[in-house]
């Protein structure tokens, strides 16, 4: 079994360790030792993506998740499926306000832009969530209701990790997937068109 002792890393480290492990060295088994929630799901995460079956053990306030190939011809991670006739938009939100003024109209603007996002329909792929802006996805959130009802319809939601720590707010995140850098470049790189809020 593979070893990583991954404590002292912030994300997206120890998704990149767990990455270079199982595509250099072709791993069936392998334990990743982290000291944070966030960098928890996101290996939590990745693994599974990898055709790993995930199991995760406390050890006083550090995670120990173990990992095993379940199935050895599982799809790597990245290669994520296009809806065949639809585009992918990718749309970034940085911010919990919209434009530059007034505060207040500002964040009245947001929340009409997250609730207007579905007019998009089928070609609306991904909506990614960082710094200010993962301030969206959580309790009290005005946009909630409007971003639960996307991820319903089959919008991936993607939340930084990073993000939700800096402001303490990872335990309050009611929507979407808590992810780290290397999700977000990937989800890049696949998008046919990348919206910058």
């Not at 550090?62 to 799809?75: S, T, V």
């Not at 938009?89 to 832009?113: H, P, Q, S, W, Y």
């Not at 959130?141 to 990790?161: A, F, P, Y």
Request: with cysteine.
């Amino acid at each position: 079994m593979k070893e990583i002792d991954a404590r002292g890393l912030a994300c997206p480290a120890p998704v990149l360790q767990a990455k270079s492990a199982i595509e250099n060295e072709a791993v069936s088994k392998i334990s990743i030792l982290v000291d944070n929630e966030a960098a928890k799901q996101n290996v939590s995460r990745f693994l599974s993506s990898k055709g790993y079956v995930t199991d995760t053990k406390n050890q006083n306030q550090d995670f120990l998740i173990i990992g095993e190939m379940e199935n050895p011809q599982a799809i790597a991670m990245g290669k994520i499926e296009c809806l065949e006739g639809n585009r992918n938009i990718m749309v970034m939100v940085a911010t919990d306000r919209m434009g530059f003024g007034d505060e207040t109209l500002g964040k009245k603007l947001m929340i009409n832009f997250i609730k207007t996002l579905k007019e998009m329909g089928k070609d609306l792929w991904r909506v990614v969530f960082v710094n200010n802006g993962v301030k969206l996805s959580v309790n009290g959130s005005e946009s909630l209701e409007d971003l639960l009802e996307l991820q319903d319809q089959g919008v991936v939601i993607l939340v930084c990790g990073t993000c939700l720590t800096h402001f303490n707010l990872l335990d309050q995140k009611q929507v979407g997937e808590t992810t780290n850098m290397l999700d977000i470049v990937t989800a890049m790189q696949l998008a046919d068109k990348v919206i910058n809020i």
